[in-house]
C-alpha cells in the first residue's frame, strides 16, 4: 500500500481536474462532429449524468479505500467538485438544450415525471457542498460540522442512483449496479461506524 500512497502523493490534484474535464471535452467534440447518434441532445443529457453519478461514487469510494491503508484523500475535494460539474452540466443541458427554457413544460415534467424530482433533489444537495469545498469554510463551520454538512454527499449519490434506474426504466442493469455500488459504499459506512461506537464503548 505504502508503494500506492508513494505514487499517489506525486500526483498534482490539478492533474484530477484536467483528467476529470476530458470527457466532456469528448463529448464536445463528438456534439460538433455529428458523433452523438440520432438524438444528440439527449446522448449529451445522459452521458453527463453518467458522469457526474460516477465521480460521486468515486468519491464515496475514497473513505473505504483509506480504511484499507490507500490514502487518496487529498484528491476528494477535486473529485466532489467534478460530480458538481458534470451533474450542473446535466441539468443545463435539459433546461437549455433539451426544454429550450420551456418553463411551463418543465413544470409539467416535475408533476409527470417524479424521477425529475429526485434528480433535483440530489443537485441541491450538492451546492452546499460545493460552495464550502475550500478550507475558508472548514475553518468558518468549524471541521465537525463542515463534516455533518457533507453527508449530503451520500443524499446526491442515492437521489443521482434511483434517478437514472427510474429515467432508464424496466430494470435495466447498469443503473441497477450503479444503485447496488452505491447501497453498498454507505452500509459500508454504517459498518464502520458502528465498529467504532462498540470499540469505544468496549
Known amino acids: 500500500m505504502e508503494a500506492v500512497n508513494s505514487f499517489a502523493r506525486r500526483i498534482p490534484v490539478n492533474a484530477v481536474y484536467v483528467a476529470g474535464v476530458m470527457p466532456f471535452v469528448w463529448i464536445v467534440w463528438l456534439a460538433f462532429t455529428n458523433g452523438l447518434g440520432v438524438d444528440p441532445v439527449k446522448a449529451i443529457e445522459l452521458r453527463l449524468g453518467e458522469l457526474g453519478l460516477q465521480f460521486l461514487i468515486a468519491g464515496l469510494v475514497i473513505s473505504p479505500l483509506r480504511w484499507a491503508g490507500v490514502n487518496l484523500i487529498r484528491f476528494r475535494r477535486a473529485i466532489g467538485l467534478l460530480a458538481f460539474f458534470y451533474v450542473s452540466m446535466h441539468l443545463m443541458t435539459w433546461v437549455l438544450l433539451d426544454m429550450g427554457l420551456r418553463w411551463e413544460e418543465m413544470a409539467d415534467d416535475l408533476v409527470k415525471r417524479w424521477y425529475i424530482i429526485i434528480g433535483m433533489v440530489g443537485f441541491a444537495a450538492m451546492i452546499p457542498l460545493a460552495v464550502t469545498s ?18 449530503l454527499t451520500y443524499v446526491a449519490a442515492v437521489a443521482g442512483a434511483v ?13 441497477m449496479i450503479y444503485l447496488g455500488v452505491v447501497c453498498l459504499l454507505l452500509l459500508a459506512r454504517v459498518w464502520r461506524n458502528r465498529q467504532r461506537s462498540m470499540a469505544q464503548s468496549a
Open 134 to 151: 475550500n478550507n475558508r469554510s472548514i475553518r468558518r463551520l468549524g471541521a465537525a460540522a463542515w463534516g455533518r454538512l457533507h453527508q
Open 163 to 175: 434517478h437514472y434506474v427510474v429515467l432508464v426504466k424496466a430494470w435495466p442493469v447498469e443503473p
